[in-house]
Nanobody, 126 residues
Framework: VQLQASGGGLVQPGGSLRLACAASGYTATFSVYSLAWFRQAPGKEREFVAASRETNSATYYADSVKGRFTISRNNAKNTVYLQMNSLKPEDTAVYYC??????????????????WGQGTLVTVSS
């Protein structure tokens, strides 16, 4: 699976951005892939942000973004989105989309995902 992330940029604190990640080259129906967003700030480890489970599209969030970020997917367009509202400077990071077949209870671990996009930079600053 090839993943192409887009939508990053510079935004002021309190602002919003929507990231998109388009998938291609998959061998199974897109709906059976679980999708996630992770982020990595300079000097820090990659951390889980949000996930969308296959089949029922249940969603899961890191506590740090709950209530501000929304993950969604459009299976017809083979795309997953991350709507980010009320952005804070600490949200500054490179954001990566990830995919895996089916689901893993270790969804918050980067090791659970074998397919990654190239990353898109989000900078929250005044």
């Amino acid at each position: 699976v090839q993943l192409q992330a887009s939508g990053g940029g510079l935004v002021q604190p309190g602002g919003s951005l929507r990231l998109a990640c388009a998938a291609s080259g998959y061998t199974a129906t897109f709906s059976v892939y679980s999708l996630a967003w992770f982020r990595q700030a300079p000097g820090k480890e990659r951390e889980f942000v949000a996930a969308s489970r296959e089949t029922n599209s249940a969603t899961y969030y890191a506590d740090s973004v709950k209530g501000r970020f929304t993950i969604s997917r459009n299976n017809a367009k083979n795309t997953v989105y991350l709507q980010m509202n009320s952005l804070k400077p600490e949200d500054t990071a490179v954001y990566y989309c990830a995919a895996r077949l089916y689901w893993s209870v270790a969804y918050a671990s980067a090791r659970a995902f074998g397919n990654w996009g190239q990353g898109t930079l989000v900078t929250v600053s005044s």
